[in-house]
């Protein structure tokens, strides 16, 4: 089957520092991955899609880098702000191709 | 700007009753999408819709149908809800299925009591 593996579950982080969340997957067709951000009370929005091998893709200063090698697709801001507390999803298009299929989540929590 | 709407916001109500729920999307997509999200955020398909056929029913429980009028509408009810009913339903659309940005509605929160 399709799969989708987050493993942080809660990440904090003081303002300014990098910051990388851990995707990885598990499909038996060509890879399409997302990055979703939900803010506190609101709707999830994509933040980010890829489905090109070893090609960085880039939104609002979050980056991400598809790799089939290693079946995975990492989050990862170079200096994080307080506005980047939100919870963080990694989704990966089902092997049926009729939806998308979404990982634990990530907490990110920025302190001053 | 918000193109997916539900109502209503919240709803709180007892075991055995029967809710719905409706979605409406302007952005002319052609699939539309329950998801629900549990107490701990875990977002799980339960339907999608596309063109307004059934495409995906994820064993989701007998009590839960889905209704769809329109390309631009799908409504959800439950029949007799139970207290691990108790979620934010979140409707969410696209053009195609899978491989295109989803839009999601700010969700329904339901609270069984």
């Known amino acids: 089957g399709d799969s989708v593996t987050q493993t942080e579950g809660l990440v904090t982080l003081t303002k300014g520092l990098p910051v990388m969340l851990n995707c990885t997957y598990q499909?038996?067709?060509?890879?399409?991955l997302f990055w979703y951000v939900q803010h506190l009370n609101e709707a999830p929005k994509l933040l980010l899609k890829?489905?090109?091998?070893?090609k960085r893709t880039e939104h609002q200063g979050f980056y991400a880098t598809l790799h089939k090698s290693s079946s995975s697709f990492h989050l990862q801001k170079s200096s994080v702000q307080l506005s980047d507390s939100a919870l963080y999803f990694c989704?990966?298009?089902?092997?049926?191709?009729?939806?998308?299929?979404f990982g634990t989540g990530t907490k990110l929590q920025v302190v001053p | 700007e918000t193109a997916v709407f539900q109502t209503p916001n919240y709803h709180v109500t007892q075991v055995g009753n029967e809710v719905s729920f409706n979605c409406k999307q302007t952005?002319?997509?052609?699939?539309m999408y329950w998801y629900k999200q549990d107490s701990k955020k875990l977002l799980k398909i339960m339907f999608s819709?596309?063109?307004?056929?059934?495409?995906v029913n994820e064993t989701v429980p007998r009590r839960f149908s889905p209704q769809s009028s329109d390309k631009a509408h799908l409504n959800l009810r439950i029949k007799s809800v139970e207290p691990e009913d108790s979620a934010v339903y979140l409707c969410?659309?696209?053009f195609g299925t899978g491989g295109t940005e989803v839009f999601f509605g700010k969700g329904t929160r339901l609270t069984v009591v």
């Open positions: 989704a990966l298009r089902a092997n049926s191709g009729t939806y998308q299929r």
């Open positions: 952005l002319g997509h052609d699939t």
């Open positions: 969410a659309s696209s």
């Open positions: 819709y596309n063109n307004k056929q059934l495409i």
């Open positions: 499909t038996t067709y060509s890879p399409f």
């Open positions: 890829s489905s090109t091998d070893n």
